[in-house]
């Protein structure tokens, strides 16, 4: 039998279950009786109190029913005559248990109703984390007039907790979190967006919210609604309790700002932010929109403007106007996005500069805030003005602006290669975000290399590679050295953490995707390959014993008339002198002149010829590999 299995034949297990089936008429018995408070009560404040009895009462109900149907902890103690028990009377016992009952199998519910406990509470917990980033995470401090005018607001609530103001560009909509130390959020642009006195409301509305720990109740609410999951009742208690929250918060901005007309428009322009706010967050455009307007209209509490009927229809009108749209909007948008995807390729919109200006000319110095902001935008003219202001921020003289541009086109005249932009590039996404190194160390020919002491010493071959040394980067730190090893030998030069990257195998015919050409002699082969960027790469074995090797070549079109570039080298074998620099750490000689792996041949017909010699100078092989580029 296993630990559940024992646990559920326990008393507490049977009570527990009995409790899970009685607070479904518990629980409709409190919810009645707020529904008919609710028909009299007409105050908001009555109204919020009786819901949160009523959340109270079902709260109580459970744990007293609970509580009554435990079994009782202290037993008189009966003193029983013990006495042995024959095989006779072990006969003598029924032999057909007792049927099992319905109430038999109530702990057996038990064990559901945990999960879903759990579930929900880590569902409270992801919330509460996504709320804290929220609150963390691409936000910045408002302006100090709007955090002087929060101040003088909060004294008029008589509020003594400090409040922060922020902008953050994740919030949709004006939202608070926090109880001991809460934080206002105000979407970026808001505060610049609306009129002075829309905006004083919605704060209005959110320190309301504050001076009454609307808060902290949330929270305790949300805890409530994870315990009591499984009953209707108490979800359509927990949304009376959150419209009528937002009714008094409404009542408190109406009764000190006096303007219903400007407050419900301010609600109405909202709604075309309104976004999917967390549960542990407190927005003002929290509860129905429409009834919320429709309310502060025509029965608001406390005092308020005059207004006539033909205003107030007006309103009413603008409001559901706006809201259409903004329900309207998304989905219009994906639909369009759809048609756009399922069209073919030649009936496919161009794509738009401002994707181009996002996913290309600022990619590397856009923050995610920025990104995310930008994508939000609708208009043109919005995303206009945001590129102004993203390049203003920066630098007022628009001189970043300038040296950025300039960085990119150096990128892509520099780095770039026929099928892949500079910009792309490693080195050209290093040289855009951190500007020119301050030296560079070029080996683009790679070959024999002297290895530094701290890399092991002695003398190797490499592959192509570059070293940038920037004297100080700031927020990064001084003498940052950044290394670009080109494996392949087609000019593709990737950023590199490993130094030891740089030493690698043989180059192998093949690798880089270009045509590699043969020569027709026999025994081991010179290879001619041709990268996918028309670069000539050479690779010639050398199949006999000698000390040094007397290595020549020369490539010229395969009509006479044009030389493209030559080499001589001697070369000795690193195994006879370990010490020296340029000997060959492999019977295989690739030549480092600048034209082989660096020049752009023209498409054409060439000739590769190669002759090698030993150290007295006799020809010991000669090569000739035909080869084309196209």
Not at 563 to 576: K, P, W
Not at 607 to 623: E, H, N, P, Q, S
Request: aromatic content about 8%; hydrophobic content about 40%.
């Amino acid at each position: 039998m296993t630990l559940l299995d024992t646990w559920l034949q326990t008393p507490a297990a049977s009570a527990l279950g009995w409790t899970l089936v009685h607070f479904v008429w518990e629980g409709a018995v409190v919810a009645l009786a707020l529904a008919l408070a609710l028909r009299v009560i007409r105050s908001s404040r009555a109204r919020y109190a009786a819901a949160c009895l009523a959340m109270l009462g079902m709260v109580a109900s459970f744990g007293l029913t609970f509580a009554r149907l435990q079994p009782q902890r202290f037993q008189r103690v009966a003193t029983v005559e013990s006495r042995s028990i024959s095989r006779g009377s072990i006969e003598q016992w029924p032999k057909n248990p007792t049927p099992r009952r319905a109430s038999d199998f109530l702990p057996y519910l038990v064990p559901f109703w945990i999960a879903g406990v759990l579930l929900f509470h880590l569902r409270i917990l992801a919330s509460w984390i996504a709320a804290q980033r929220l609150r963390r995470t691409g936000v910045c401090c408002a302006p100090d007039l709007w955090q002087r005018r929060l101040n003088r607001l909060s004294a008029r609530l008589r509020l003594s907790t400090p409040v922060t103001l922020l902008e953050s560009g994740l919030a949709g909509v004006p939202v608070v979190i926090g109880h001991l130390r809460p934080v206002i959020l105000m979407p970026v642009g808001l505060l610049t967006g609306l009129p002075a006195g829309q905006i004083e409301s919605i704060l209005l509305h959110e320190l309301a919210h504050i001076r009454r720990c609307d808060y902290l109740v949330n929270l305790l609410q949300t805890s409530v609604e994870s315990l009591l999951f499984y009953h209707p009742a108490v979800w359509w208690i927990s949304g009376v309790m959150r419209a009528e929250r937002e009714n008094c918060c409404d009542d408190v901005v109406v009764s000190i700002h006096g303007d219903a007309r400007e407050y419900a428009v301010a609600l109405a322009t909202l709604e075309r932010n309104r976004c999917a706010v967390r549960e542990t967050a407190l927005a003002a455009t929290g509860g129905s929109l429409v009834k919320r307007i429709h309310r502060l209209l025509d029965k608001p509490e406390g005092p308020r403007a005059a207004l006539t009927p033909a205003v107030s229809a007006g309103i009413l009108t603008i409001a559901a106007a706006l809201a259409l749209a903004a329900w309207q909007s998304k989905p219009a948008g994906q639909l369009l996005a759809q048609a756009q995807t399922q069209a073919p390729p030649e009936a496919r919109p161009a794509s738009s500069p401002y994707d181009k200006w996002l996913n290309e000319d600022v990619v590397y110095i856009i923050s995610d805030l920025e990104r995310t902001m930008f994508k939000g935008l609708e208009t043109n003219a919005e995303r206009e003005k945001f590129i102004e202001q993203f390049w203003l921020r920066r630098d007022p003289e628009n001189k970043v602006k300038r040296e950025h541009y300039r960085r990119i086109a150096y990128a892509n005249e520099r780095f770039g290669r026929p099928n892949l932009a500079g910009w792309k590039t490693d080195r050209g996404r290093i040289y855009i975000v951190w500007g020119p190194p301050d030296e560079i160390e070029d080996h683009r020919s790679g070959g024999m290399y002297k290895r530094p002491p701290e890399e092991g010493g002695g003398v190797t071959s490499t592959s192509p590679f570059q070293q940038w040394r920037y004297r100080s980067i700031e927020g990064v730190g001084t003498n940052i050295i950044i290394e670009f090893v080109d494996t392949t030998m087609s000019g593709d030069f990737r950023m590199t953490s490993d130094p030891h990257e740089k030493y690698t195998a043989p180059f192998v015919p093949g690798q880089s995707g270009g045509q590699v050409f043969v020569s027709p002699e026999p025994g081991k082969k010179v290879t001619v390959e041709i990268t996918p960027d028309r670069r000539m790469l050479v690779n010639i074995p050398l199949d006999f014993d000698a000390a040094q090797y007397i290595i020549s070549g020369s490539t010229r079109a395969s009509d006479g008339r044009k030389d493209l570039g030559d080499f001589t080298a001697v070369s000795s074998v690193c195994q006879d002198a370990p010490q020296a620099f340029g000997c060959l750490v492999r019977p295989v000689f690739q030549p480092d002149s600048p034209f082989y792996g660096r020049t752009l041949l023209e498409p054409g017909s060439y000739v590769f010829d190669a002759v090698v010699k030993d150290r007295a100078g006799v020809i010991r092989k000669t090569y000739s590999v035909s080869f084309s580029v196209r």
